[in-house]
């Protein structure tokens, strides 16, 4: 349990750091990377990279965060992160975001920070990296260390933001979380400084203690500057790092780090219940934490590293087999260790299940964890560990030069937080693969074995479960129980070779077209299989592969409510006739494929992710699915079991009436959309699913997508093996045109959809009905108007009134639905203001809807959407789902690929302001509050 809240915390750092970690390792830097300190401390790291050309990503890291608040300062770091935006010697308040979005940066997309417990980051993606946006956003920078104005009115102003932001955060999970952190660390200040902070301190925080801890703790030592992105002259880069920061100079000398308590020991085995009725299910862990060893960075510790984590991924191998077993107790488990703040080192094993089943699931963590540790791994568990772990690193080493600049500025920031060396995927690969040649099972049998001696124990029980009597007795009783029966040995496993590798004659292809301005190649198989082809580098070494057959959602069985939910969750989990997907996840352990299963509006998708070397067997795999899916009983067990906790979550959270019952409601009650009564989703059986995807599957309209660093012989030739081979297929889809009508409701029909739960969380949701994507350039301005209406949003219901986190808006176009779209804001909040705030979102569309859109609205709107479009070229998933997928059946796609940028970049304020008027008028709302029944 305490992983599960560690691990929902940003990623948090350790004490700051005079040198680098490379300084004291035998471990080599990146050698691309520039590292370097100025007088006063502050350290940067300069990384040259052009993915995306002609963009940037900078990085403030702050090595501050929730550790270093007193008592009355709880929630101080992150309150502070607020300040940053709300004014500073360079930028007034409420107009920084403002200002950058007219240099083309979007508020959230471009511009963000976060708070965690031991730092703070503030991040900018520039647009360009001309000097001038390398200027401003070092220059902003700067105002984050030193140059914050915390006027007092900006910090009342915000308190209301930052309590709507611990609304939104609050759920059964998150205290539970809670419950567990202060059982596992009751000595140590850890659970007493959550990044959030208290209800009372951001209530009663004033400026001077503000004051105090900024001048405290931001100070050049505790910052780092990172830039990452298309520099031509990265001495200009440091050049402004030095203008921008080389006089900045602590004000009161440099704070120390906290004492964090310690790591309580020596308690033997304890046990804790905390009971939350409305949890989805009840979670269980056994755990040993222990004071970190704290280990420097280097060759050995990664070693010794990958030798425990070898250890977890055999466990969780059997963990894995055993949930889908009939009979199994759990829903689902896991293995794990790791090192936190250079503070605590955990050891555990977790899982979820049903409350009547907690003793059989506890005593099944127990014994699993005993026979590994009694009897250690079979050979075939240790070979697909390492071929696991060989192949993400093989994978990481082959797409090192097509990471994202944005990913790569955030990864450079977590390593330097937790005091590791930034090495590259091409070293990182090299050492792996020299060290898992050395290494034998009994390697990683040592370290599990060492890392679990010991008499301290903790159990945690969390979720919808009450005992009578003594319940942490109870839970120690069963424990003990169970270690006192012996346990067997593993039972040998062999991995067997994959039985679908023939399907007949290859295929070959019956025509043969060329987009050249798109570099686009389609061609039509004997069989009719359609092929789409587009040769990319913007994932290096990786090809996307997507096959859509069928009509999906418009082929749903009208007699069979909950048959897709039914269908997402089993087919896959279902594995092949001949393979279960355990067997098929040891079997292409050391290859790169993947597959995913998933009913689109008129489609079904498989989908999998793949490298040239593995293309033809992950095309093997796929076209495996089609052929001889497996409709295992094991899969309607797995979705049998977690029918109670989906349920839970659906009745008894606002998010889950969102995903259930307010889908469905816009939808007009349509069945294809939001879930049946529980009752009803138990009537699915595998037999209907399989008479319902047989036809999709054999014989209709199919189109497959291959994209990616891959040239088009191969692809062809690997498709041609597989889907190319198959029996003949539908030449074209049914129209499906009584299909394709669905209703929206009408304004008349706004509802609020009430719900029971602990958790005093609303959403006010409203939505203006428009229309579907045929009017490709309608849709697109449709677009751009949501995100006026968004930040009009923004700056009423978040900086001005401080009543909520993140409202937002954005716009739905369906190209699947006739007629179907809709623009919608959604706004979390406290039950008491979901009325009225769904009344001022109305009256902000209406105000928008009666004009005028000021032009420089307009501008803060376009140049962000603008940049973002330009990136969104670059992207693959752009390529395979919005242009390649299904182009066959719809052409056009491929114009709206030739229009993209440029029609955008033509639209005009008043082509806004008329749809605006057409659209976002009051009469045309259609509300949908979802609030918490009130407690009697």
């Known amino acids: 349990m305490l992983r599960s809240l560690l691990l929902a915390a940003v990623v948090a750092s350790t004490a700051h750091a005079a040198t680098w970690p490379q ?25 040259p990279h052009d993915e995306p050309p002609g963009r940037a990503s900078i990085r403030l890291y702050m090595d501050v965060g929730s550790l270093m608040e007193e008592n009355d300062q709880q929630g101080m770091a992150h309150y502070l992160e607020h300040m940053a935006f709300n004014g500073s010697r360079h930028f007034k308040g409420g107009e920084m975001v403002e200002y950058f979005q007219r240099l083309g940066m979007g508020f959230g997309a471009d511009t963000n920070a976060h708070t965690s417990f031991k730092e703070t980051v503030y991040m900018l993606e520039l647009p360009k990296v001309e000097p001038k946006y390398i200027a401003e956003g070092l220059q902003l920078f700067r105002d984050d260390l030193d140059g914050m104005l915390l006027n007092e009115a900006e910090i009342d102003k915000e308190r209301g933001i930052i309590l709507s932001e611990k609304l939104s955060r609050d759920s059964i999970e998150y205290r539970t979380m809670m419950a567990g952190y202060k059982f596992a660390m009751p000595e140590s200040i850890l659970p007493d400084r959550m990044p959030i902070g208290t209800e009372e301190m951001i209530k009663t925080m004033k400026r001077p203690r503000f004051a105090e801890f900024y001048e405290k703790y931001y100070t050049p030592k505790r910052a780092t500057i990172v830039a990452v992105g298309d520099f031509k002259d990265t001495a200009a880069v440091k050049a402004e790092i030095e203008k921008q920061f080389a006089d900045a100079k602590p004000k009161h000398g440099d704070a120390e780090d906290p004492n964090l308590g310690k790591v309580t020991s020596g308690y033997g085995t304890i046990a804790k219940l905390h009971t939350e009725m409305q949890a989805e299910a009840l979670t269980i862990s056994v755990e040993i934490p222990r ?70 699931t506890l005593t099944l963590l127990e014994t699993e964890l005993r026979r590994a540790i009694e009897h250690g791994f079979t050979d ?78 903790q159990l945690f029980l969390g979720g919808n479960l009450k005992l009578e009597g003594d319940a942490n007795k109870q839970i120690i009783d069963t424990f003990k129980a169970s ?19 023939e399907f007949g004659p290859a295929g070959k292809v019956a025509s043969r077209s060329e987009a050249k301005d798109l570099e686009i190649v389609q061609a039509v198989f004997e069989n009719n299989v359609r092929f789409n082809f587009k040769h990319t580098e913007f994932e290096k070494g990786t090809i996307r592969v997507l096959i859509n057959f069928g009509g999906g959602k418009l082929s749903t069985p009208a007699d069979k409510p909950g048959i897709i939910p039914f269908a997402q969750s089993t087919f896959q989990l279902g594995g092949l006739e001949k393979h279960g997907v355990d067997d098929i996840r040891r079997i292409f352990a050391s290859r790169t494929v993947g597959s995913d299963f998933s009913i689109g509006d008129e489609a079904f998708v498989l989908s999998g992710r793949t490298t040239p070397a593995d293309l033809e067997a992950q095309l093997q795999l796929l076209t495996a699915y089609l052929v001889a899916p497996g409709y295992r009983e094991e899969a309607a067990r ?54 319902w995807l047989t036809p999709a599957l054999t014989q209709d309209y199919l189109e497959v997508t291959v994209l990616g660093d891959v040239d088009e012989d191969a692809a062809i030739k690997a498709v041609a093996k597989t889907l190319g081979a198959l029996p003949k297929r539908a030449e074209k889809k049914p129209d499906y045109t009584k299909e394709r009508a669905v209703a929206f409701p009408k304004p008349e029909a706004s509802k609020t959809f009430p719900f029971d739960t602990e958790i005093p ?46 409202p937002a808006c954005y716009h739905v176009a369906n190209d699947s639905f006739t007629g179907y779209g809709y623009m919608t804001t959604m706004i979390e909040c406290k039950p008491e203001l979901a009325d009225s705030l769904t009344k001022l979102v109305i009256e902000i569309g209406d105000k928008l809807a009666a004009g005028p859109v000021t032009d420089d609205e307009f501008d803060r709107a376009m140049k962000p959407m603008v940049a973002q ?28 690929a030739r229009s993209f940028i440029t029609d955008f970049s033509g639209i005009k304020k008043d082509e806004i302001e008329a749809l605006a008027k057409e659209y976002l008028g009051a009469k045309r709302a259609v509300s949908a509050g979802i609030i918490p029944t009130e407690k009697k």
Request: contains cysteine; aromatic residues 8%; glycine residues 4%.
């Open 638 to 691: 797995q979705f049998e079991k977690n029918l109670e906790p989906m349920y839970t979550q659906l009745q008894h959270t606002a998010e889950g009436v969102m995903n259930g019952e307010v889908v469905s409601f816009i939808h007009s009650g349509d069945a294809r959309w939001g879930f049946p009564k529980i009752e009803v989703l138990r009537q699915r059986t595998l037999a209907e699913l399989k008479a």
């Open 380 to 457: 075939a568990e240790f070979e697909e560990a390492k071929a696991t772990v060989l192949k993400g690193a093989k994978l990481r080493a082959d797409q090192a030069e097509s990471r994202k600049s944005r990913d790569l500025a955030s990864g450079i920031v977590s390593i330097l937080a937790g005091k590791k060396v930034f090495t590259h995927p091409a070293d990182d690969l090299a050492r792996v693969s020299t060290v898992l040649a050395s290494l034998k099972k009994e390697d990683s049998h040592a370290a599990l074995v060492e890392d679990w001696k010991g008499d301290d124990v």
């Open 291 to 360: 004071a970190a060893k704290n280990k420097p960075d280097s060759a050995a510790t990664r070693r010794e590293k990958t030798i425990r984590d070898l250890a977890d991924m055999m466990i969780n191998q059997r963990l894995s087999k055993l949930a889908k077993a009939e009979g199994a107790p759990f829903l689902g488990a896991e293995s794990y260790s790791y090192e936190y703040l250079e503070f605590v080192s955990v050891n555990g094993i977790q899982a979820q299940c049903d409350p009547k089943n907690w003793k059989a």
């Open 23 to 47: 300084d004291t390792s035998d471990l080599k830097a990146d050698p691309k990377a520039q590292f370097g300190q100025l007088e006063n401390g502050l350290r940067y790291v300069i990384l």
């Open 483 to 501: 270690r006192a029966k012996p346990v067997a040995a593993p039972a040998k496993e062999e991995t067997a070779a994959f039985a679908y590798t």
């Open 869 to 896: 479009l330009e990136q969104m070229r670059r992207d693959n998933r752009y390529w395979s789902m919005n242009v390649l997928r299904c182009s066959q059946e719809h052409p056009e796609r491929l114009d709206w």
């Open 761 to 806: 969380k609303a959403i006010a949701t409203v939505y203006w009905p428009t229309t579907d994507m045929t009017d490709i350039k309608r849709a697109r301005r449709l677009t751009l108007l949501g995100s006026i209406l968004d930040d009009r949003l923004r700056i009423k219901v978040r900086e001005e009134l401080g009543d909520t986190y993140s």
